[in-house]
C-alpha cells in the first residue's frame, strides 16, 4: 500500500488523531493548510458547530475522511 504524501485540500473532511488516546476522531475538515519550517500542517475546524480549534494538527495526524 502507497501512502499519499500531498498535503489534504481546505475544506476536505477528515479525521483527526486524538492526543488523548491516538484513535482518529471524525468530524472535522481542513480549515487551512499551514507550511512551517519545511512542513505541512492544518488547521482544523469542527463541523459540528463550525468552531476552528486553536492548535495546529501535524500532517501525519490527519488523514481524509471516507464522507
Same mark, same amino acid.
Given at each position: 500500500?502507497?501512502?499519499d504524501l500531498r498535503p489534504i485540500d481546505a475544506g476536505r473532511p477528515v479525521a483527526i488523531r486524538s492526543y488523548y488516546d491516538g484513535d482518529w476522531a471524525r468530524g472535522f475538515s481542513i480549515a487551512?493548510?499551514?507550511l512551517? =519550517?519545511?512542513e505541512v500542517w492544518y488547521r482544523i475546524r !469542527?463541523? =459540528?458547530d463550525n468552531a476552528v480549534l $486553536?492548535?495546529?494538527f501535524a500532517?501525519?495526524?490527519v488523514i $481524509?475522511? !471516507?464522507v
Amino acid at each position: 500500500m502507497s501512502v499519499d504524501l500531498r498535503p489534504i485540500d481546505a475544506g476536505r473532511p477528515v479525521a483527526i488523531r486524538s492526543y488523548y488516546d491516538g484513535d482518529w476522531a471524525r468530524g472535522f475538515s481542513i480549515a487551512e493548510v499551514i507550511l512551517k =519550517a519545511g512542513e505541512v500542517w492544518y488547521r482544523i475546524r !469542527r463541523l =459540528a458547530d463550525n468552531a476552528v480549534l $486553536p492548535a495546529l494538527f501535524a500532517f501525519q495526524d490527519v488523514i $481524509p475522511d !471516507r464522507v
